[in-house]
């Protein structure tokens, strides 16, 4: 069973524009929540993170939210650069280190 | 530091042969986690380890997958024998507990192993 599920497999946004990319959780359990990119023949490299006890974070760019109560959490890229296209992960984790990883988004931003 | 090593990159292998992937992590991290990705399931992990003892293998999907960590800087993780179903990346990532202060349990991945398996 998926825990962590990103339903929107592939997402296409001008520059200069808003890329929002969406995810979505059914456990309550967990505590953290991590957005990781990943360029092909390379593996994922850290974003953004979020704890369950915020609602949202900010990193230049990227900014990510959190809905506890709709277990959903979204990453906002602003504006989006053609650099940043790319296969987008959303990671959860439980107490014990344990991680769940989406499917991936792949993100392109056309020039 | 030179990050995460993974070896082989590209492994083509056939049905029932062994394949053993190997990783060495960032100095200084106690954490090793090992991850398969497929396009059905996205990134699924495998097994972790802290200080080199596994953790939690709850997702080695079957017996002939089998992982090791025999001191803080190599772990290998082995397949045999092996199926066209394990054609995957396999990924391992390493990460530190050990800073005072902000957390992000952040990882750091490694370039992965595209397995193939004939």
């Known amino acids: 069973d998926q825990q962590v599920k990103q339903n929107s497999p592939s997402l296409s946004v001008q520059e200069g524009r808003i890329s929002i990319l969406n995810c979505d959780y059914t456990?309550?359990?967990?505590?953290?929540f991590l957005w990781y990119k990943k360029y092909p023949a390379e593996g994922p490299t850290f974003l953004i993170s979020?704890?369950?006890?915020?609602d949202k974070n900010e990193d230049g760019r990227f900014t990510v939210f959190l809905n506890k109560s709709a277990k959903h959490l979204s990453l906002h890229i602003v504006p989006s650069q053609p650099g940043d296209s790319a296969v987008y992960f959303c990671a959860a984790r439980r107490t014990g280190n344990q991680f769940y990883f989406g499917t991936g988004t792949s993100l392109t931003v056309i020039p | 530091d030179a990050g995460v090593i993974q070896s082989p990159r590209h492994e083509v292998t056939e049905m029932g042969q062994e394949v053993t992937l190997r990783c060495k992590p960032i100095s200084g991290h106690d954490y090793l986690f090992w991850y398969r990705q497929t396009m059905m399931r996205g990134l699924e992990l495998l097994i972790y380890f802290n200080n080199n003892v596994p953790i939690d293998d709850s997702g080695m999907p079957e017996d002939r997958f089998s992982a090791k960590m025999p001191n803080a800087s190599f772990s290998t993780l082995k397949i045999q024998p092996s199926e066209p179903r394990d054609s995957a990346v396999y990924f391992c990532?390493?990460?530190?507990?050990?800073?005072?202060?902000?957390?992000?349990?952040?990882?750091?991945f490694g370039p992965g192993t595209r397995l193939t398996v004939t």
């Open positions: 979020i704890s369950s006890i915020k």
């Open positions: 990532a390493s990460s530190s507990s050990g800073m005072s202060g902000f957390v992000t349990y952040e990882q750091y």
């Open positions: 456990n309550s359990m967990f505590d953290y």
